[in-house]
T-cell receptor, first 112, second 115 residues
Framework: SQKIEQNSEALNIQEGKTATLTCNYTNYSPAYLQWYRQDPGRGPVFLLLIRENEKEKRKERLKVTFDTTLKQSLFHITASQPADSATYLCARGQTGANNLFFGTGTRLTVIP | DAGVIQSPRHEVTEMGQEVTLRCKPISGHNSLFWYRQTMMRGLELLIYFNNNVPIDDSGMPEDRFSAKMPNASFSTLKIQPSEPRDSAVYFC?????????????FGPGTRLTVL
């Protein structure tokens, strides 16, 4: 099965610090991982994609890593702001199929 | 572009009634996905279509659920008869073709409550 887990249901962090969210997968390595942000009452919004053969991807204050040895992806938000407070979802995808399997999400709260 | 459009935004119905959820994907996108989100189970893929053809419906909970995509700009998810355990937020998403790395664009969701 293509299981994917996000260990923390919730994470509180002080404004200005770096938030680090974890996504673990089981069984075979996904071809890629995607990270989404979801605000209350809204649908998820795509943030970043990282391929299996990529170690790291960056976009502004966001950074994603992919470690196939640990079977893990880390999602970092540097210089966090209260506006970053949301639920973050990771999803795994496979070559040849465009469906995704989502984790249950981590609710991040950035405290001013 | 208006993005993915879903209707209704909220639906309250009684057990046993038929429920139809509607989705209009982004113009030009050829993949459409239906998801269900609950606190307990997170975001679950129910079914997805490529070029209006159902590709994988293994996530559809049971025969009470059915989905159609009669054309590239419209899809429905029907529950008949509905049960209280079907209460959830149902999302529709679409993505463009050309590969399996494409991001999905989600609609605002339909919050379904079955009494």
């Amino acid at each position: 099965s293509q299981k994917i887990e996000q260990n923390s249901e919730a994470l509180n962090i002080q404004e200005g610090k770096t938030a680090t969210l974890t996504c673990n997968y089981t069984n075979y390595s996904p071809a890629y991982l995607q990270w989404y942000r979801q605000d209350p009452g809204r649908g998820p919004v795509f943030l970043l994609l990282i391929r299996e053969n990529e170690k790291e991807k960056r976009k502004e204050r966001l950074k994603v890593t992919f470690d196939t040895t640990l079977k893990q992806s880390l999602f970092h938000i540097t210089a966090s702001q209260p506006a970053d407070s949301a639920t973050y979802l990771c999803a795994r995808g496979q070559t040849g199929a465009n469906n995704l399997f989502f984790g249950t999400g981590t609710r991040l709260t950035v405290i001013p | 572009d208006a993005g993915v459009i879903q209707s209704p935004r909220h639906e309250v119905t009684e057990m046993g009634q038929e429920v139809t959820l509607r989705c209009k994907p982004i113009s030009g996108h050829n993949s459409l996905f239906w998801y269900r989100q609950t606190m307990m189970r997170g975001l679950e893929l129910l079914i997805y279509f490529n070029n209006n053809v159902p590709i994988d419906d293994s996530g559809m909970p049971e025969d009470r659920f059915s989905a159609k995509m009669p054309n590239a700009s419209f899809s429905t998810l029907k529950i008949q008869p509905s049960e209280p355990r079907d209460s959830a937020v149902y999302f529709c998403a679409s993505s463009s073709g050309g590969g399996d790395l494409n991001e999905q664009f989600f609609g605002p969701g339909t919050r379904l409550t079955v009494l």
